[in-house]
């Protein structure tokens, strides 16, 4: 498929990310339409031009016209939806997604979709502190990473219409992964830093330490601000490859407080030097 | 002691920190001075006017001709420093450091002086990730804390003088701490946040990983890039504060690991929810 300017997007699942994906699209002159679950969602949606036609039911009208649908669900919800209304999208169009986790999601729903519709799995890597539609914004897709995780049910074509969304939606790098890659990777860069933020905070509540905090502990703290409901499903959507990366970063963080206990100075140095060399791998590349 | 444009302040360690004080009060109009190793540093210094003298070696006459030293030193150098050179200090002068950790050095230093001179402590909580004079800087002490560490052994006066330092250094905020209290609270908001993010740069090294990197990744390693000569001393010299914090951080992780493994999403969430009204409180208040 040849995404063009007649091409129809439907967008389910108006949140921060499918509203972000609406305002890229309809700002590009795509037709987008949405189906989310709260009227005040789609009435806010339409009267921004976000989106030409929205319902809060699945109306079989707006899913037999689209040729490309995102779901921007919650994973549980996404695969709930496709098991009830999935025979009412039609043969030629291409399904996909933007969940954080892929092995519990991207199996089950080509599956449910069967030979009959292509569901071809991607991963925004972006997102906002806040939820909802009103704190929807594409910018923060500029520098952000897109990924793609085909299966062995995916065509070419699929994969290269799939990787053209991202481009449109203005996304700095495309790439494909696995699924098992992808959930171990996310496991480790997005999953466990959050659980270390949420543990860093919830670990000491010492009256009056925030009267000296410094930028440290700001910055490793930002994300400590979480939407309770998504991450408590996606940890538990990824708990295997979750679970690994957490007891490999305690059993290496028991390792230095052995070494401090032992007042390991060398050997301190030495996880110091370590790490100073592989951060500097991760600076963030200058744009422009 | 009042603080008046004829006050003679001595630096004692010009790097990071010893440079962005003598850049902030010379260009405030003090009459600034320096010893330290390197002749290329005192010459570096010189040639852009941060300080009006300089030496390598414990010259007599910059130490008894200064009316405020500020020891910029590793924490056990310091102590060495005024063990070997303590005599050379005057009764009238006023004795102060920015080591980031007291308990290991102010008694001691207070017990080397004995009453003959005034040694108070402060820290000012700044840096920058690079060392040397030539990343000085004195604008990273806006918007930070400067915390005076007074005992039992200091007068009224010395804690208002040391104060004023730190305000005419640009600090936003100065307050008070026991040198334990301060101990506790750097063991949490510095030197845990410091351990976690070297400890998460070298607990997984699968290649590739930075191309997938996104900025809460980037916010937890921030600070991973570290100098291992300074901080493997600050941990060490801060060994019990430190491993009660580390200690504790591994109870708070592991519980909420064991609460992913039994997929508790209700304890997961009640910890999210605890940590998102927490962090809150540690909002960079509005600068203007």
């Given at each position: 498929m040849m995404i063009d300017k007649d091409t129809?997007?439907?967008?389910?699942?108006?949140?921060?990310?499918?509203?972000?994906?609406a305002i890229a699209l309809s700002r590009e002159g795509y037709h987008v339409s949405c189906i989310t679950k709260e009227p005040e969602d789609v009435r806010y949606a339409l009267a921004r031009g976000m989106i030409e036609e929205g319902s809060t039911d699945p109306d079989p009208t707006l899913i037999a016209n689209a040729d490309i649908i995102v779901f921007a669900l919650y994973p549980a919800t996404f695969v709930e939806w496709v098991r009830e209304n999935g025979h009412l999208i039609k043969e030629?169009?291409?399904?996909?997604?933007?969940s954080g986790v892929?092995?519990?999601?991207?199996?089950?729903v080509q599956e449910l979709l069967?030979?009959?519709?292509?569901?071809?799995s991607a991963h925004p890597m972006a997102g906002r502190e806040r939820s909802g539609v009103e704190f929807a914004d594409p910018e923060v897709f500029?520098?952000?990473n897109y990924i793609v995780t085909p299966t062995e049910r995916n065509t070419p074509e699929a994969i290269q219409t799939c990787k053209e969304l991202g481009r449109i939606l203005g996304f700095a790098k495309i790439s494909e992964l696995s699924v098992e890659e992808h959930d171990r990777m996310i496991g480790f860069l997005s999953q466990l830093t959050h659980v270390i933020a949420v543990t860093l905070m919830t670990s000491n509540d010492t009256p009056g330490l925030e009267k000296?905090?410094?930028?440290?502990?700001?910055?490793l703290t930002r994300i400590a601000k979480i939407n309770d409901a998504m991450w408590s499903e996606l940890f538990i959507s990824n708990k295997a490859a979750l679970l690994a990366e957490m007891d490999r970063f305690i059993g290496e963080f028991s390792a230095f407080r052995d070494m401090l206990r032992?007042?390991?100075?060398?050997?301190?140095r030495e996880k110091m030097r370590e790490s100073t060399a592989r951060r500097t791998l991760f600076d963030k590349p200058k744009i422009g």
């Open positions: 129809r997007i439907l967008i389910v699942g108006l949140g921060v990310i499918g509203g972000s994906y030629t169009t291409l399904v996909t997604d933007v892929k092995s519990g999601v991207v199996y089950t069967g030979d009959r519709v292509e569901f071809i500029r520098g952000a000296y905090t410094g930028d440290s502990f700001r910055d032992a007042s390991d100075r060398e050997g301190m």
